[in-house]
């Protein structure tokens, strides 16, 4: 494990219970971060910054251990973890929630104690609040490339402060009816304009099995998903696609155009695989190998 | 005007009225057939055959007169011409069906005269009866490549005869919910081979916004919709797609995978200069010059 760490991620490590039309998992390991980080571990080392509660099953953390992921900014609250429970039904683009219990998130009060601070950092979808609190922490010049996701409950609730961090991140990474709602546009490429214009130079706009539309200071690159007979559960998806990419970008130390590209290239391939299974079940047994085929794969069916 | 056309099209030339967010029309030049034979006529000439009912605008006419479309096969019939009124909300994908008055094309009796027969047919959204007619006149092997296009109402009400038509054309070109609905298949690769198993080895399937996927005898392509900031009316984008799809196979006389390929990305960007202005307005205005200058940009924004 090396003492340096090119990227962090702010984010949920999570139980999840979920029901798709292919079967349903009670206790299963999910979360934002715990998606984002391990589908980063394939590209570079990656520190979280998350809360779970004492009855974390050790196995998840087990899980994380095995890769070169960094849990000392994990901290380990009195109280229950972060618990999710959705389902899909037929139309495996939405997920519907059932319940969710904030549990130890509601006192987290996240710390950086980097000795060599990230270089990149990701705010995944968490509080503004919390957000803010992790980018008064990763200040700049030192921190060189921050992006941050959302969801409709802050964009509905927490507006103002939402922005305050939008005002401050490199990037952003969202979905489609997010950014429409967020922006009050239904054109995509005019919503991703407006948001662009409260701050992030680079809006990465989520389809789910329509791909992705990535905007970059008036350059755009478009990619549609790779295409799979069956999605088995689309949880996790979205933070596995973030994960990959940053993984990508701080590997590389380049966030220029054309490696923003391949990062959301990389991003994509690795989301495919995570919702061929239940959980992180795919991506345990994931090797390199197979992105790198894939993503081969993929170059012949997009290229005309 | 050559007196020998390599591509045919059998569908309606129409008249309907359009409403969209951005605004209404009550008296529109629509139809498959004429969106398809204008698209196709920036590539090859083309030869419509449809019927049209003594109602029918002259000025409609000369806008296809003025392009290397062939009107010989257009039969004028007593009675009124095929009318279709729809309506586009927030969701512009979606097309409201309000009204449909069959009038001529309830007694449309197709009849081939061609002294040399087209080497590329397509059967565009008409009752599988008519296709079948036109396929049983257009016989093989003078007929190197008949592709067809259907919709919901045949797929629910005459399955049977569709069904024929299936197995005996090369390509269908169809929307995802049709496709869907068709194979009986949530997922779109599957739709597509269950469909390829029932005839046509190449099977494409249209996603409006989303973007379009060819399958091709186990190979694919997937390609997304060129970005528009905004989509004035939709109507006649699928068909535009087609005919410039059919128009670049004629021309070039190649539908091997890698010439599929660039014919749908050129059906791709004729589209997206359809859904820019109601009715053909967008088409009688285009320059080819300015697709080739938006497949340009295509190719950049699709390539990692």
């Not at 618990?83 to 039904?89: I, S």
Request: with cysteine; proline share 6%.
């Amino acid at each position: 494990m090396p003492d340096k760490f090119p990227l962090a991620v702010i984010g949920t490590v999570a139980i999840d219970e979920v029901e798709t039309p292919f079967g349903k998992r009670e206790k299963a390991f999910g979360g934002s971060a715990s998606y984002f980080s391990y589908a980063a571990s394939f590209f570079s080392p990656v520190s979280v910054v998350a809360v779970v509660g004492k009855d974390f099953p050790a196995e998840f953390l087990n899980i994380l251990k095995e890769r070169p992921i960094d849990l000392s900014h994990l901290e380990k609250s009195d109280g229950k973890t972060f618990f999710w429970r959705g389902r899909y039904r037929y139309d495996m683009n939405a997920a519907e929630t059932l319940e969710t219990q904030l549990n130890v998130l509601t006192e987290f009060n996240p710390k950086l104690r980097f000795s060599s601070p990230p270089e990149f950092v990701f705010l995944a979808n968490i509080d503004p609040t919390l957000q803010e609190k992790v980018l008064n922490q990763a200040a700049k010049p030192r921190t060189r490339f921050v992006a941050c996701d959302t969801m409709n409950y802050w964009i509905e609730n927490k507006r103002p402060e939402l922005l305050k961090v939008l005002a401050r991140v490199d990037g952003i990474v969202i979905n489609e009816n997010e950014a429409r709602e967020l922006a009050g546009e239904p054109s995509l490429i005019r919503a991703a304009q407006k948001i662009h214009g409260w701050g992030p130079s680079k809006v990465i706009i989520k389809k789910g099995e329509h791909g992705v539309i990535l905007f970059d200071e008036g350059k755009f690159f478009i990619l549609p998903a790779y295409p799979l007979e069956s999605v088995f559960d689309p949880t996790g998806a979205g933070d596995t696609f973030a994960g990959a990419l940053m993984g990508y970008l701080a590997k590389t130390g380049d966030f220029g155009f054309e490696n923003l590209k391949k990062a959301v290239a990389y991003g994509t391939i690795v989301a495919s695989f995570t919702v061929e299974d239940f959980s992180l079940d795919r991506l345990q047994r994931l090797e390199t190998r197979e992105i790198e085929e894939r993503l081969g794969i993929f170059r012949k069916i997009c290229s005309f």
